[in-house]
């Protein structure tokens, strides 16, 4: 297939028989760690995808916006009416229309644009297509309009786009990493200060590589099952009296849980609060250059999803197990759950075999066929030349 940013410039000149202003870039994501912990306020450890979705713009004369995808060849147009009242644009189009509401509502006059979406980054996978698109989009009405937002306050607006416009409950992390993101690194995201730390991820030099298996299983009630376990976390956290689980350290965790009213709540947060620690304990190893040994503490992060938060599905799980079983140092699922894709960490001279054993696995239970790629650590969102 022809490179993304081409086929954006191609869709841009066929939609509207001119060539765009510019192109901007955002990448999809893989969380190595931290998961369902960013509306707890807690820690995460993303790294961005060379998977990346691209929007070339040009501005158009007042407040209206066209969105044309390369994946509906369709396209979307709304004026200021329906970007001012979340809901009015549905479907892909609510991401694109959501940005633009997210900014006029933090007071940015934001120029008309024309769009042309394309993507590497596959939809409902889990890696984060919808906020890549956003980003990509933020960045470009930022840029055509010469607005001052500096990259450290986008993503709270992109994820207020998705929240309040889209309607999706979700965290800071993806919106985060698909902008934040450096090149070698995972991004170190304290969720509730918004601090980062750029952490060295260089899998080539410890002779390793991070394969990504797509499940490819539907996901199931994935919208409804996120939103609970939302609320249950918010319950939990102000049943024990604090302002987020973020707050119940992990040596407190028992007399935490002894407070709990019933196991699936104490299921739950036992989950984030190991997990947060995880992510510490995960970094604290990457920082000395220990990345190898980081493989315990991703396979312990899949078992706490799977047993405690239960949010993996047997697709998943069956992912895990034949990666790991096939010599995977670590393996785990990444990003929200109930389907989408699988992270095994593995020595880089077995990366082909791991995933032949996870295909073949698949093969046996008669599931579909899972996809697989090994990923580097990518830079976050850019304008492109
Ligand atoms: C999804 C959400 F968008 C994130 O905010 C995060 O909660 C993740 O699921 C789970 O870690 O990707």
């Not at 969380?31 to 998977?51: C, K, M, Q, R």
């Not at 894709?341 to 077995?350: F, G, K, M, P």
């Amino acid at each position: 297939m022809t490179d993304v940013a081409a086929r954006a410039t191609a869709g841009f000149r066929s939609a509207y028989g001119q060539q765009p202003a510019g192109r901007w870039a955002a990448p999809g994501r893989a969380n190595l760690i931290g998961e369902h912990t960013d509306y707890n306020d807690g820690f995460v450890l993303p790294f961005a995808l060379s998977l990346r979705t691209v929007v070339a713009a040009s501005p158009q004369p007042g407040e209206r916006w066209t969105a044309w995808s390369e994946t509906t060849d369709q396209p979307v147009e709304f004026g200021a009416a329906e970007a001012d009242e979340p809901g009015r644009v549905t479907g892909w189009g609510a991401y694109v229309a959501g940005v633009v509401w997210a900014l006029r509502e933090a007071g940015y006059a934001v120029p008309g644009a024309r769009l042309a979406i394309a993507s590497d980054v596959p939809l409902g996978s889990g890696l984060s297509s919808s906020a890549a698109l956003e980003a990509a989009v933020l960045a470009a009405l930022v840029d055509l309009g010469g607005l001052d937002l500096p990259a450290e306050r986008r993503p709270r607006l992109a994820q207020r786009a998705e929240n309040a416009y889209v309607g999706a409950p979700t965290g800071i992390m993806d919106q985060s990493a698909v902008i934040r993101c450096r090149e070698g690194h995972a991004l170190f995201l304290d969720c509730r200060t918004e601090t980062v730390e750029h952490i060295p991820f260089d899998l080539d030099a410890a002779g390793l590589a991070m394969l990504v298996v797509d499940s490819r299983a539907p996901h199931r009630h994935a919208d409804g099952e996120y939103a609970s376990r939302r609320k249950s976390c918010e319950a939990a956290a102000s049943a024990l009296g604090v302002p987020a689980l973020r707050d119940v350290a992990v040596a407190d965790l028992d007399a935490a849980l002894g407070r709990l009213p019933d196991d699936e709540t104490r299921r739950r947060v036992r989950h984030v609060v190991t997990e947060d620690q995880r992510v510490l304990d995960t970094v604290a190893l990457l920082r000395a250059g220990r990345v190898r040994e980081t493989g315990p503490l991703l396979t312990a992060s899949h078992a706490s999803m799977r047993d405690d938060f239960e949010i993996t599905v047997p697709e998943i799980d069956t992912a895990v197990e034949a990666a790991l079983a096939a010599g995977a140092l670590g393996a785990r699922m990444t990003g929200g759950g109930f389907g989408g894709c699988v992270l095994a960490l593995v020595e880089a001279a077995s990366a082909d075999a791991v995933a032949d054993a996870v295909t073949r696995a698949y093969a046996e239970r008669g599931f579909t066929a899972p996809r697989h790629v090994t990923v580097l650590p990518a830079p976050g969102a850019t304008r492109l030349p």
